[in-house]
């Protein structure tokens, strides 16, 4: 019995972000053998799971704002009385 296919659709900005995800982490797990394949930051990087933590922050952030999460996150913030967000990069 065949599986069947699915196909889900993502905005373009959230596509871009989970396949920036996915190229991490075939960067960071790739074998030895295929080193030049990949970009030099990640294949050596002196801490994979950091780099694999960004990314997966990226997406989280995209699909964040897709949603409209963001913004109701900071309303909810402002409604309870509690210090705003940190500015992205604090």
Known sequence: MRSPRTSVFLPE????????????FVAI??????????PPELYNAD?????LTKAFERVW?????QLGTE????QTV???GAPPLPPEGA
């Open 71 to 74: 913004a109701l996150s900071e």
């Open 61 to 65: 952030k995209v699909m964040r704002h």
């Open 47 to 51: 801490d994979p799971q950091l780099e």
């Open 29 to 38: 797990t790739a074998p030895a053998a295929e080193e030049k394949m990949h």
């Open 13 to 24: 900005s959230v596509a871009n972000a989970v396949a920036e995800y996915r190229a991490t």
């Open 78 to 80: 402002k409604l309870v």
